[in-house]
């Protein structure tokens, strides 16, 4: 059988994490327009009976401004070397980025198979899609293939997952086939909070929140008990996040709720608070205390 690791890189929305969650099949990566959503290096795991493969969800490529972000960065650049493959991604639907012909210089330095996947295709004109792929112009040899994709629609992502496949080396599983993520239930309610902050509030303040799990259990009936902190930078984003008479965060944790009652599938008993620790991005201290140290990012 096949099977590998593969990291997906990509610059900020470039469609990765919506990608692996058609994929795999299941939500395993929170997903929202804004830049920056994907924090950590996720594993997802697709599983057939000829092969597996084990999908790393990394940070979106951009310029870092704060430490966090460099950790971000530093955590996309360590998975391309561990990795058998590295699928690019491309948002190219307003047009090529030099930043998009950047990426694949710099990682197909690695002198590992790559494929570059265009992504949004359902909403490219053909011309554009077209025009795209021929500014790409002559590239590096380790560049295997290039295809267009559209998670929304399904379109050549079994094309794209038999391109990878044959790339692969035969081996043996590398995760148990009843696994498709490594992260755990606690993270991913996290992630889903995260998530619904990230759609419901504009600018700088969903990318100053951290969330912070204080207590994550399942009761006897089956229902879970989730109390847990967003932690921003200022007093002023709080006052944004709670709102008029707390209008705004009521909102907010009635979605986020929703998404955990989805991802469960069981009843979900909520309790948020609000709190602030400033210019946490930018302190070590508190990135390892929100888990975002180098280690756990790696």
């Known amino acids: 059988m096949k099977s590998g690791y593969v990291a997906v890189i990509g610059r900020a929305n470039a469609g990765k994490s919506t990608l692996i969650n058609v994929i795999v099949g299941e939500k395993v990566s929170i ?47 360590n998975a391309s070397k561990e990795v058998d493959l590295i699928l690019l991604l491309i948002d190219a639907h307003s047009g090529l980025k030099d930043e998009d012909k950047a990426l694949i210089g710099r990682f197909s330095a690695r002198n590992l198979p ?6 949004k295709s359902d909403i490219m004109q053909e011309s554009t899609l077209l025009s795209a792929i021929a500014e790409l112009g002559e590239l590096p040899k380790n560049v295997c293939d290039v295809t267009s994709i559209s998670s929304r629609s399904g379109k050549n992502v079994k094309k794209l997952l038999k391109l990878i496949k044959d790339k692969l080396p035969e081996g043996e599983p590398l995760i148990t086939d009843d696994i498709i993520s490594d992260k755990s239930e606690k993270f991913m309610i996290s992630e889903i909070m995260r998530e619904k902050i990230l759609l419901k509030y504009d600018k700088e303040i969903p990318h100053g929140v951290a969330i912070v799990i204080n207590e994550f259990t399942r009761r006897q009936n089956g229902s879970y008990y989730v109390n847990l902190d967003i932690v921003c930078e200022k007093q002023n984003h709080k006052a944004i996040i709670i709102g008029k008479q707390g ?36 302190r070590p201290d508190r990135l390892k205390e929100f888990g975002y140290s180098d280690d756990e990012l790696k």
């Open 247 to 282: 209008k705004a965060l009521k909102e907010t944790a009635g979605f986020a709720r929703d998404g955990m009652e989805k991802f469960l599938d069981a009843k979900v008993f909520l309790e948020v608070y609000v709190k602030v620790k400033a210019d946490w991005r930018d």
């Open 114 to 119: 790559m494929i570059v996947a265009f992504t």
């Open 31 to 77: 997903v929202s327009p804004k830049p920056q959503t994907t924090r950590d290096r996720i594993l997802a795991v697709y599983n057939e009976d000829d092969c597996q493969i084990v999908f790393q969800d990394t940070p979106g490529v951009y310029k870092a401004d704060s430490l966090l972000n460099e950790r971000m960065q530093r955590a996309t650049d």
